[in-house]
């Protein structure tokens, strides 16, 4: 059924006057549905979020409602319901959610039912980790969009701060879990990898800037369906970037460790569309968007990045590490990548491919970066002004847990 923010949208995304009858004709309805929409149109009018003349409505374009048409194209992009979670009991769970650093049914104060609704529409986007089913506990990582649908409705988005080892106990225990459910079930566990890989490489490559949608993603990878309207460069880098996680994959397998070597092939076969593809940089560059973001001379990229392979040799020497050890390691290799920046395009979603294969090799199963956690992890790494290799670890502790717990309850 067509709601309010559907026919903002269409209206929105025209930008010019519509009759009646177009707006019906393009969201598909039947026109039984006229009396339906011409009303829901009269309340958008009644909202200022549409303007009624002689020739129809037309969108009332200013910054505030500009706002909630980007909110609303961002969910869309990311294979989010808007509808889901454009809702003011939505923004009442999530502003007292914000104020925990974990939080019950209790907490939050609804209906059962409605609670397990939302928890779910939260949990299925990335966007809640549920910490136990019984008794029921969750922890939702701030990210600005839920920030701005707490807002919208009108709510203060507070954030209780957490630990730095707030998760860690958790993690090892469904680690625990994992192994022993993954050799029962190794069949359903390639299953999960697959539809994991595809988020992933949408959510990476977003990050970077590239517009296909989770939905093209998934048709275009699974289906070889090529998305409308989209340059072949666009459709090839997302091709080019699966071919490499499925190299890392391999790597992984074959129980093969990170070198310069297997650097310059990801990059070479994430970036292969590229001239630079799999060759160190020889030139300055800078970091569109974070001018504090420090990036090492063109002239010491080989020295660094010989002593930081040396430092993951020196790393694998030591037999057994502590999660904290892992995770620490994982974040300041990430971080130090980044900041030697080898180089001139495609160092982060390189890192991204480094380190999944590094936690992937200390038997950490780590195949996306859940979408509610994508601007955390960004804060953490190259959006950061300052670096703090603790700030990613927290953000990798979610990261990891939200795999996990996924991974766990789908090969139950």
């Known amino acids: ?26 969201l598909k309805q039947p026109h039984s549905e006229y009396d339906r929409i011409r009303k829901i149109l009269e309340s958008l009018s009644a909202m200022e979020l549409a303007a009624r003349s002689g020739h129809g409505y037309a969108p009332i374009m200013n910054a505030k409602n500009q706002h909630l048409f980007d909110m609303l194209s961002y969910c869309m992009r990311n294979g989010v319901n808007y509808n889901d979670l454009l809702d003011e009991t939505v923004a009442a769970y999530l502003s007292r959610a914000f104020l925990k650093k974990s939080f019950g049914a ?6 059962s039912r409605t609670f397990s609704k939302i928890s779910h529409v939260l949990e299925k986007n990335g966007f809640l980790i549920v910490l136990s089913r019984k008794p029921f506990l969750a922890v939702v990582p701030y990210n600005s969009l839920l920030g701005d649908v707490i807002a919208h409705y009108g709510y203060k988005p507070a954030v209780a ?14 680690l ?19 539809n994991f890989q595809i988020r992933f490489i949408h959510h990476s490559l977003s990050i970077e800037g590239n517009p296909i949608t989770l939905a093209q993603t998934f048709k275009l990878l699974k289906e070889k369906v090529l998305p409308e309207n989209v340059s072949i460069e666009t459709v090839n880098e997302v091709q080019n970037y699966q071919k490499a996680f499925l190299q890392m994959l391999q790597n992984v397998r074959n129980r093969s460790p990170i070198s310069k070597e297997t650097i310059l092939n990801y990059h ?27 990036v090492a001379p063109f002239e010491e990229i080989e020295p660094l990045l010989g002593k930081l392979i040396d430092e993951y040799n020196a790393f694998l020497k030591r037999k057994k590490h502590h999660l904290k050890e892992i995770l620490g390691f994982a974040a300041y290799f990430h ?20 380190i999944f294969h590094f936690l992937q090799m200390n038997n950490i199963p780590i195949f ?3 979408l509610g956690m994508l601007e955390e992890y960004v804060l953490a790494t190259k959006g ?22 996924t991974i766990n309850e789908k090969l139950l």
Do not use: W
């Open 176 to 194: 625990v879990i994992f192994r022993k459910r993954m050799v029962k079930n190794n069949r359903k566990y390639q299953e999960v990898l697959e």
């Open 384 to 405: 950061s002004r300052k670096r703090s290799d603790k700030e990613l670890v927290q953000a990798l502790q979610c990261i990891v847990l939200y795999n996990l717990k």
């Open 106 to 111: 209790k907490d939050i104060k609804l209906h």
């Open 368 to 370: 996306d970066i859940p």
């Open 268 to 294: 070479f076969i994430a970036m292969q569309e590229k001239e630079h593809a799999g060759k160190i940089r020889d030139d300055v560059v800078t970091i569109k968007g974070n001018k504090d973001f420090y």
């Open 161 to 174: 701060r957490k630990s730095p080892d707030e998760y860690f106990k958790a993690i090892e225990k469904e």
């Open 1 to 26: 059924m067509v709601t309010k923010l559907d026919v903002f949208m269409e209206l929105y995304s025209n930008a010019g006057t519509q009759k009646i009858t177009d707006i019906v004709k393009s």
């Open 335 to 354: 971080n130090e990548f980044q900041h030697i920046h080898p180089f001139f395009d495609g160092n982060s979603r390189t890192t991204r491919l480094i």
